[in-house]
T-cell receptor, first 115, second 112 residues
Framework: AQSVTQLDSQVPVFEEAPVELRCNYS??????LFWYVQYPNQGLQLLLK??????LVESINGFEAEFNKSQTSFHLRKPSVHISDTAEYFC?????????????FGKGTHLIIQP | ETGVTQSPTHLIKTRGQQVTLRCSSQ?????VSWYQQALGQGPQFIFQ???????GRGNFPPRFSGLQFPNYSSELNVNALELDDSALYLC???????????FGPGTRLTVT
């Protein structure tokens, strides 16, 4: 079975500062990796994903994540955060080659942007 | 292209009752997955339906059941509600089991 660990439940950071949200996973088989964002009282939105190829993936709103197979990590980074980035961020994995087991999520990291 | 919608938005039920939650997938998406998100936790996979058949299930008891219809709508049914069933229930649709999952806004279920 696979599992996802998000090491920080809450990350406070000042506006325009850089941020890194950490994610580690455990799986005996290959997985696809995802970051989802959840704004208050809303569903989940896909932020970015790694399926194969380049280990650095980017989103349209300035976030990026790097897949590190040796460290089984998929940390999310942004060089300069904005107030609107305040949200809950979830890291998730999906078994490669067959997704009928669904996404396995971490417990989430609450990103708090301070003015 | 419409997004994924869920109804109702909020629901309050009493322990022991039964509940049906509804989801309307994006047109053309043959796969729907349901997740339970308890307060302060990440979503947990309940089950997945592909072309009206259950093809994957998480660690949830049989009192959690579902249906998927040809018109891209689906239902999650929970029998004999327990207090611990209080959560946000999310559905997600995708083209297939490995495709990108598009989530609905969720139904907040409170069991008293």
């Amino acid at each position: 079975a696979q599992s996802v660990t998000q090491l920080d439940s809450q990350v406070p950071v000042f506006e325009e500062a850089p941020v890194e949200l950490r994610c580690n996973y455990s799986s005996s088989v290959s997985v696809y990796l995802f970051w989802y964002v959840q704004y208050p009282n809303q569903g989940l939105q896909l932020l970015l994903k790694y399926l194969s190829g380049s280990t650095l993936v980017e989103s349209i709103n300035g976030f990026e994540a790097e897949f590190n197979k040796s460290q089984t990590s998929f940390h999310l980074r942004k060089p300069s955060v904005h107030i609107s980035d305040t949200a809950e961020y979830f890291c998730a994995v999906l078994l490669a080659g067959g997704g009928a087991d669904g996404l396995t999520f971490g417990k989430g990291t609450h990103l708090i942007i301070q003015p | 292209e419409t997004g994924v919608t869920q109804s109702p938005t909020h629901l309050i039920k009493t322990r022991g009752q039964q509940v049906t939650l509804r989801c309307s997938s994006q047109s053309g998406h043959n796969t729907v997955s349901w997740y339970q998100q308890a307060l302060g936790q990440g979503p947990q996979f309940i089950f997945q339906y592909y072309r009206e058949e259950e093809n994957g299930r998480g660690n949830f008891p049989p009192r959690f059941s579902g249906l998927q219809f040809p018109n891209y709508s689906s239902e999650l049914n929970v029998n004999a509600l327990e207090l611990d069933d209080s959560a946000l229930y999310l559905c997600a649709s995708s083209l297939d089991s490995v495709g990108e999952q598009y989530f609905g806004p969720g139904t907040r279920l409170t069991v008293t």
